[in-house]
Nanobody, 119 residues
Framework: VQLVESGGGLVQAGGSLRLSCAAS????????MDWYRQAPVKQRELVGR????????DYADSVKGRFTISKDNAKNVLYLQMNKLRPEDTAVYYC?????????????WGQGTQVTVSS
């Protein structure tokens, strides 16, 4: 499984961005796809999750009501719509997928895309 993020950039506070994560390869056994982010000198944190079975959730408290995860299953693309962006949202955003084959879980990460929110 390969994950490629796109859509990052520089935006003013209050603005919006939409990130995309294209999954390719053997994606049939992916069970969840998530967005994580990591700001400088901070730990990587879960932004939100999408389940292959349907639905999204597990949003970080700091993004609830502002960020929305969606997925185009036909294209195997995961989206992160970010509205009302704040300077504290500045981070590298990573796409993550979990593939489950029998009892073994495999983790895949994208290369990350930088989001910078100016005040």
């Amino acid at each position: 499984v390969q994950l490629v993020e796109s859509g990052g950039g520089l935006v003013q506070a209050g603005g919006s961005l939409r990130l995309s994560c294209a999954a390719s390869g053997n994606t049939a056994m992916i069970t969840t796809m998530d967005w994580y982010r990591q700001a400088p000198v901070k730990q990587r944190e879960l932004v939100g999750r999408s389940w292959t079975s349907g639905g999204s959730g597990d949003y970080a408290d700091s993004v609830k009501g502002r960020f929305t995860i969606s997925k185009d299953n036909a294209k195997n693309v995961l989206y992160l719509q970010m509205n009302k962006l704040r300077p504290e949202d500045t981070a590298v955003y990573y796409c993550h997928a979990v593939e489950r084959i029998d009892v073994v879980a495999y983790d895949y990460w994208g290369q990350g895309t930088q989001v910078t929110v100016s005040s």
